[in-house]
């Protein structure tokens, strides 16, 4: 098992650009995915999307448009940028190994994020 | 409102056999394999279910996943207080490309 902790501002003003690091340690970086996923304040899951070692992405659709993923093996950390950003994006963010499509063997305690002026 | 339809909450006593069920179509368990996933109060999300019925090591016998169709279903028998959580189903989906989950399901142990 790897160990997974985000990083980043807590508070984002509207329509700037989220950003958060996730830090890996315990193991290797430059296996499997490792994806982003967050928690709504209601507790409803959204997955974000994941990132591979060699910089493949892929991103859920309906937040493609405004996400971009990046890794640095050297670092053994990965990120998130989601830009534009309203109320709408306030949610616990998480990050975590994937396996496959669904399955999250790891995670990231969570960081929370708010979206207000 | 989410992809993969659950329960909001269920309820057992010490001991008892609890079921979540997990609905959802032909593009996502009706095609691709089932995870659970447990959340403890302030924690993380833990895998409890993989590839519909498998467990990872670590995870007692008591909890286990079956599939049917396009519906999900997660036991736990002998439930003890410590199972009082909220539980999660996961599945990729053809249709819209993107990992879907339940709405999450919390379990009360009376």
């Known amino acids: 098992q790897v160990q997974l902790q985000e990083s980043g501002p807590g508070l984002v003003k509207p329509s700037e650009t989220l950003s958060l690091n996730c830090n890996v340690s315990g193991g290797s970086i430059s296996s499997d995915y490792w994806t982003w996923i967050r928690q709504f304040p209601g507790k409803g899951l959204e997955w974000i999307g994941y990132?591979?070692?060699?910089?493949?992405?892929n991103y859920n659709p309906s937040l493609k448009s405004r996400v971009t993923m990046s890794v640095d093996t050297s670092k053994r950390q990965f990120s998130l940028k989601v830009k534009s950003v309203t109320a709408a994006d306030t949610a616990l963010y998480f990050c975590?190994?994937?396996?496959?499509?669904?399955?999250?063997?790891?995670w990231g305690q969570g960081t929370l994020v708010t979206v207000s002026s | 409102q989410s992809v993969l339809t659950q329960s909001p909450s269920a309820s057992g006593t010490p001991g008892q056999r609890v079921t979540i069920s997990c609905s959802g179509s032909s593009s996502n368990i009706g095609s691709n394999y089932v995870y659970w996933y447990q959340q403890l109060p302030g924690t993380a999300p833990k895998l409890l279910i993989y590839w519909n019925n498998h467990r990872p090591s670590g995870v007692p016998d008591r909890f286990s996943g079956s599939k049917s169709g396009t519906s999900a279903s997660l036991a736990i028998s002998g439930l003890r207080s410590e199972d009082e959580a909220d539980y999660y189903c996961a599945a990729w989906d053809d249709r819209l490309n993107a990992v879907v989950f339940g709405g999450g399901t919390k379990l009360t142990v009376l």
């Open positions: 990132i591979s070692y060699t910089g493949n992405t």
């Open positions: 975590a190994r994937q396996y496959s499509n669904g399955w999250f063997n790891d």
